[in-house]
């Protein structure tokens, strides 16, 4: 199997690397800071940029065929853990909003910088497809 890159159009361009890679029915989602359509940081704190975050991510997902629900792992990288804990009632009712109620294994890890200086968080995740709602990608 050839792995198949699957870049939505509506996200940033990539430019040396993918939004996510389909491999088989499996896609591994590229990490996704809180980058906008101009490709600036979204302003405002943790919830905010978690919003736009989850929200690359599910485009990526959506563009082959998936649902949040076929999900089975997110780690989220964070440059201030104590924030992410402080809000995390809103984040989780951003996710709840975005991705409804079903949680796949997550691990959230400490780091001190992300490749955006104003981000402070990156999420990725892998997801499992069924074959009958994959869709070819666009290239």
């Not at 919830?47 to 792992?73: C, H, I, K, Y």
């Not at 009712?93 to 691990?107: I, N």
Request: glycine fraction near 12%; charge should be negative.
């Amino acid at each position: 199997m050839t792995p198949v890159p699957v870049n939505p159009p509506d996200l940033p361009k990539p430019s040396g690397y993918s939004h996510g890679t389909l491999a088989g029915n499996t896609l591994h989602l590229g990490g996704q800071t809180a980058l906008d359509a101009d490709m600036k940081i979204v302003p405002g704190g943790v919830v905010e940029q978690f919003r736009q975050a989850f929200g690359n991510l599910l485009t990526t997902l959506r563009e082959a065929g998936g649902r949040p629900e076929d999900l089975v792992s997110v780690t989220i990288y964070l440059t201030d853990i104590p924030d992410y804990q402080a809000h995390g009632k809103e984040i989780g009712k951003v996710w709840r909003e975005l991705a409804g109620p079903v949680y796949p294994a997550m691990a959230g890890i400490g780091c001190t910088a992300l490749w955006q200086p104003e981000a402070v968080i990156e999420i990725l995740g892998v997801a499992v497809i069924p074959e009958e709602r994959l869709v070819a990608p666009r290239t």
